[in-house]
């Protein structure tokens, strides 16, 4: 078993359709991050998050550290959200390791 | 304000050819992190380095691959006698500090093993 675990893997919704990610982890984290991958590769930091909530424009990140589990939603969606979506953990006893979850594949239709 | 550069962005080797992957990291980041991605999986840390040293190699394979980061010039991913498995994206980051909140990243490099 994966040690962080995102569903769905694969997500395709209509334009303007509220988008839920989420992201599961089986290890103690001191904190999560949130990151596109668009289909040219570049992949792009969108939240770190160690408790609570953040939200930039449409984004809202949540994490429940009691539960180990952190949400990704997109409100309004478009097509240009489609890409893949990535959740990944610091690990508590490191300062830089990251460990990755598969990611998200969104596409957003028109 | 130029991101962290990797170059080439594809690369198409032989098998038993050699693979060298380059990594600028931001200005003025002493720190630099390469991922490797392997097709339909998630990223996976293979090793950190600061200038002239390396911190932490335990994600890299202990065979054919190695990696250096001189005081002056990029950092240098080389992979040796390359096989097939090893066709990934392998993604460069780089901070300022040795803390993942500042990693920025790289473009990528696609490697195909042929």
């Known amino acids: 078993k994966n040690e962080v675990e995102q569903s769905p893997q694969n997500l395709t919704a209509q334009e303007g359709e509220f988008i839920t990610i989420n992201c599961s982890y089986s290890?103690?984290?001191?904190?999560l991050h949130w990151l596109q991958q668009h289909p040219g590769g570049g992949i792009v930091s969108l939240f770190m998050?160690?408790?609570?909530?953040k939200k930039h424009g449409r984004l809202i990140a949540t994490i429940n550290i009691q539960e180990k589990h952190s949400s990704l939603h997109i409100t309004a969606s478009h097509p240009r959200d489609s890409a893949v979506y990535i959740c990944a953990v610091n690990v508590m006893d490191s300062n830089y390791q990251l460990i990755w979850g598969a990611g998200t594949k969104l596409i957003i239709k028109p | 304000n130029a991101g962290v550069m990797q170059n080439p962005r594809h690369l198409v080797r032989r098998r038993g050819q050699e693979a060298r992957l380059r990594c600028s990291p931001m200005?003025?980041?002493?720190?630099v992190y390469w991922y490797r991605q392997l097709p339909e999986e998630g990223l996976k840390f293979m090793v950190y380095l600061q200038k002239e040293n390396i911190i932490d190699e335990s994600g890299m394979p202990k065979e054919r691959f190695s990696a250096e980061f001189p005081k002056e010039g990029p950092s240098i991913l080389r992979i040796q006698q390359v096989v097939r498995g090893d066709s990934a994206a392998y993604f460069c980051a780089s901070s300022l500090r040795d803390t993942s909140y500042e990693q920025y990243f790289g473009p990528g490099t696609r490697l195909t093993v042929t």
């Open positions: 290890v103690g984290i001191s904190a």
């Open positions: 200005k003025g980041h002493s720190h």
């Open positions: 998050l160690s408790s609570g909530k």
